[in-house]
């Protein structure tokens, strides 16, 4: 079974996720500890993936409705930016963030990225300048990582809570998840501004008689369908968020027992149902047809085997866990928790650079849990923090995504001086994530 991930692993890297991911699939039939049957049952029937399926392609109704123009438009036309071009800056990353977070990273990035070159051409500040250069990363990273982060259901999200559970055989509640990605997603943001404004020392001064203009009046109103989409988001949000919550403080209440039963597909399908049913002006909210042309079927289908790899690989049957634990531990005997955890977050912070995240995440996750608990000391803490370094991988166009999407901006950023930047900004934001995050998981975990 290493074997077979190992070479899943290369595939991955070198070459898809589609078809290195079928033949695994094979492969680990082929051992005859499952019949492709049942395989079928722990890897598309996961809980994890088919909940995928339905948010991805709610989160698409969403975007189409518009909600990400109107809440990054209504976070930058705020009076405060009036003259304050550090405040314009700041608003421009929350923005992002928020757009990240809430709805679309992608279509977030694209809307903040057309308003910097907007500002930047008004106030003569060339392409490959340092200002617009940070920004560009910038907005990506306070979008497309910090912002996609903060809600346990989405992407990088559901790859920890579905290798944790699969790994420890329990969950991580929704509320305690957020409790400590939505506060660290605004440090690492605000670390960024301030490496801006104090280390790089970003002369903004061309920018002091900025204004909110440039934003379209009606950008700001919100329409039938805005409004639909923000009431169906809130309460998807505050469903999947009560589902853990009630369990909690009120164990005996009837609606804690339904949503429990109903589970996290459950509420999507309620959700989802809603949007179809409701009526705009004639036109159902949701086209399903159209919305599901969002879902991501290579991630779908590299769920599909992660997933079922992590119990693989962790159970009994397998002996890796054991040989894990008896080879790694005597190396961490009578080092603290905290010199394990510099440890790992910094070799995957390394790794991640040149190796896909999400992958990444499943393999250390399969590692440390079983280390973790031989140390006597949970794992939780140790993996919200990777979920944020483990992200941080932009140190070239091959590292990641939203590198990809850096370095495709050739308009605007050089190459040879983005390296240099983000150097000591990855730095940077990787002792803040390890130095706060580490504390702050140790106290909600």
């Not at 279509?107 to 008004?122: G, N």
């Not at 809600?151 to 509320?175: C, D, E, H, K, Y």
């Not at 509420?267 to 909210?285: C, K, Q, T, Y």
């Not at 370095?407 to 900004?425: D, E, L, P, Q, V």
Request: hydrophobic share 60%; charged share 10%; net charge neutral.
């Amino acid at each position: 079974m290493l074997g077979i991930f190992i070479g899943l692993i290369y595939a991955w890297t070198t070459t898809s996720l589609l078809w290195p991911t079928f033949v695994g699939m094979l492969a680990v039939v082929s051992t005859g500890i499952y019949t492709m049957t049942d395989f079928a049952k722990i890897s598309f029937g996961h809980e994890t993936v088919v909940f995928m399926i339905l948010i991805t392609a709610f989160a698409t109704a969403l975007d189409d409705a518009g909600l990400v123009k109107f809440i990054s438009s209504w976070i930058i036309s705020r009076k405060i930016v009036e003259g304050r071009p550090w405040v314009f800056t700041l608003m421009i990353l929350l923005g992002a963030f928020l757009g990240g977070m809430l709805v679309n990273a992608l279509a977030s990035v694209i809307f903040f990225w057309t308003i910097l070159y907007s500002v930047c051409k008004e106030f003569e500040i060339k392409p490959y300048e340092k200002y617009p250069s940070l920004m560009i990363l910038g907005i990506v990273f306070a979008s497309m990582t910090a912002g996609l982060t903060v809600f346990p259901f989405r992407l990088t999200g559901l790859i920890v809570l579905g290798a944790v559970q699969s790994v420890t055989q329990s969950s991580i509640p929704f509320a305690q998840y957020i409790l400590f990605t939505l506060p660290m997603g605004l440090l690492l943001i605000l670390t960024y501004f301030a490496i801006m404004k104090f280390i790089f020392r970003v002369d903004l001064s061309r920018m002091n008689k900025i204004s909110v203009n440039f934003i379209n009046p009606q950008d700001l109103l919100l329409d039938k369908r805005q409004k639909c989409a923000a009431l169906l988001m809130a309460l998807m949000v505050v469903l999947l968020i009560s589902i853990d919550l009630l369990k909690l403080f009120l164990p005996d209440l009837g609606l804690t027992g339904l949503l429990g039963s109903w589970g996290i597909i459950g509420v999507m399908l309620l959700v989802i149902s809603l949007a179809l049913v409701i009526h705009i002006d004639g036109e159902p909210f949701m086209n399903y047809r159209s919305a599901a042309k969002g879902i991501d079927w290579d991630m779908i289908y590299l769920f599909a085997i992660i997933l079922p790899f992590s119990t693989i690989l962790t159970s009994d049957v397998t002996g890796i866990k054991a040989f894990l634990i008896q080879t790694l531990s005597p190396l961490f005997v009578g080092k603290s928790f905290v010199f394990f955890a510099a440890i790992v977050l910094i070799l995957g912070t390394l790794i991640t650079n040149v190796a896909n995240n999400a992958v990444l995440l499943v393999i250390f996750i399969n590692i440390c849990c079983p280390i973790c608990e031989s140390m006597g000391v949970s794992p939780i803490p140790l993996v919200m923090c990777m979920l944020f370094c483990f992200q941080l991988a932009y140190m070239t166009p091959a590292a990641s995504a939203p590198a990809a999407f850096v370095f495709g901006n050739t308009t605007w950023i050089k190459a040879s001086a983005m390296y240099k930047y983000i150097a000591i900004i990855l730095v940077l934001l990787f002792i803040v994530a390890f130095a706060v995050g580490l504390p702050l998981a140790s106290l909600i975990f």
